[in-house]
């Protein structure tokens, strides 16, 4: 069964520094997300992505995030210059219509 | 913009004990009403999708239905395999989700 799968598993970072993210998302899928999650809390959209632009972006979605498709295959996030607050999980998510299908996360840790 | 609450926020049943968890939202309309499962560390899981008053769908011992204000999800007969988190989350067409905070389901065998 496809799936959407995301690297790394977990990512730890100093604060200030660069971060990108990794996803693949399901192969013919048209619709990709961002969202993240602070332990403990509620799941969080960021970004959504559809014929290689932004089509949607959360008020967390700031100057310090970027999205992109490079190829056919890869959905990257990147964060310019990492903050505390920025320790959560990443999830990335695809969909064709409706339903949308999220990967397994990375974690990331920012100190 | 929608609202999703949980109830309740924790659960523990004992094995075999049926139950349901509920979802209500603030905005209601033609918005989808979705369940996924989240197990610790891992990403949510899809379960069902709901989009009309009266609706159910059903998987193995998990029966979701929805009325115009909120959603439930039945456990029926629930074994340790079910304990999970299950969030459920609205949204409409292909734009983003708003999910609540999860039910935490713990299934003592």
């Known amino acids: 069964e496809p799936e959407v799968t995301q690297t790394p598993s977990h990512q730890v970072t100093q604060m200030g520094q660069e971060v990108i993210l990794r996803c693949v998302p399901i192969?013919?899928?048209?619709?990709f997300y961002w969202y993240r999650q602070i332990l403990g809390q509620k799941v969080e959209f960021l970004v959504s992505?559809?014929?290689?632009?932004?089509?949607?972006k959360s008020e967390i979605f700031d100057d310090q995030f970027s999205v992109e498709r490079p190829d056919g295959s890869n959905f990257t996030l990147k964060i310019r210059s990492t903050k505390l607050e920025d320790s959560a999980m990443y999830f990335c998510a695809s969909s064709l219509v409706n339903e949308q299908f999220f990967g397994p996360g990375t974690r990331l840790t920012v100190l | 913009e929608d609202q999703v609450t949980q109830s309740p926020e924790a659960l523990r049943l004992q094995e075999g004990e049926s139950s349901s968890l509920n979802c209500s939202y603030t905005v209601s309309g033609l918005r989808g009403l979705f369940w996924y499962r989240q197990d610790p560390g891992k990403g949510p899981e899809f379960l069902f999708t709901?989009?009309?008053a009266g609706e159910e769908k059903e998987k193995e011992r998990l029966k979701a239905t929805l009325t115009k204000k909120e959603s439930f999800l039945h456990i029926t007969a629930p074994k340790p395999e079910d304990s999970a988190t299950y969030l459920c989350a609205r949204g409409f067409g292909n734009e983003k989700l708003t999910f609540g905070t999860g039910t935490r389901l713990t299934i003592i065998p």
């Open positions: 992505f559809y014929n290689n632009e932004i089509s949607e």
């Open positions: 192969s013919n899928h048209l619709y």
């Open positions: 709901l989009y009309s």
